[in-house]
């Protein structure tokens, strides 16, 4: 993995940690209405994302080469106005929950993928081996990596609209 995969996941995940770390329990579990999700259940799902990430980079370790797979843009990752319904596994949990508990989580989970990437002693078969997304289709284990990042700042974005109309000002 580069040192920009590295720098980006990790100045990603404290700029979720401070959107979120200062909240009390009522504005973390707090809705807009009720089709959307809190601050809580956005955060659960990025826990569930990640994990779910990692076991795919895991599983598409152990797979051949595959020398056909192509980079995908990633750019409309990051476009809000696209909404893109959460596969059922990644949807989170609708019990309000503790901001230190997803803290605990989101660490878990970062640690989970840290543990698994440093089992690769060369990083270029990141690049040559796969995995469908349920999304994207085909990609690449690096763009996997990327888009655990790209997926966090997308809802980063979320979170600060939601603090803005639920009127938080941490």
């Not at 009522?26 to 990692?54: C, G, P, R, Y």
């Not at 192509?70 to 106005?81: E, W, Y």
């Not at 596994?89 to 605990?104: A, C, R, S, T």
């Not at 284990?141 to 109309?165: A, G, N, P, S, T």
């Amino acid at each position: 993995m580069s040192n920009l995969h590295n720098e980006n996941l990790a100045d990603t995940r404290n700029r979720l940690l401070n959107e979120i770390s200062l909240l009390g329990y009522e504005e973390f579990n707090k809705s807009t209405d009720t089709n959307t999700w809190s601050i809580a259940q956005v955060s659960h799902h990025l826990v569930l994302t990640e994990k779910a990430f990692t076991r795919a980079i895991e599983y598409g370790l152990k797979q051949v080469p595959n020398n056909q797979v192509r980079k995908i843009s990633l750019h409309h990752a990051m476009d809000r106005t696209k909404k893109i319904e959460a596969p059922e596994m990644v949807k989170p949990n609708l019990e309000p929950i503790d901001v230190l508990q997803v803290i605990d989580l989101l660490n878990d989970s970062r640690n989970y993928l840290l543990t698994v990437l440093k089992t690769v002693k060369d990083m270029s078969i990141l690049e040559e081996r796969s995995v469908v997304h349920p999304v994207f289709g085909e990609m690449p284990l690096d763009q996997w990596v990327e888009l655990i990042y790209l997926h966090e700042q997308r809802h980063i974005d979320q979170i600060k609209e939601i603090k803005f109309l639920l009127g938080i000002s941490t």
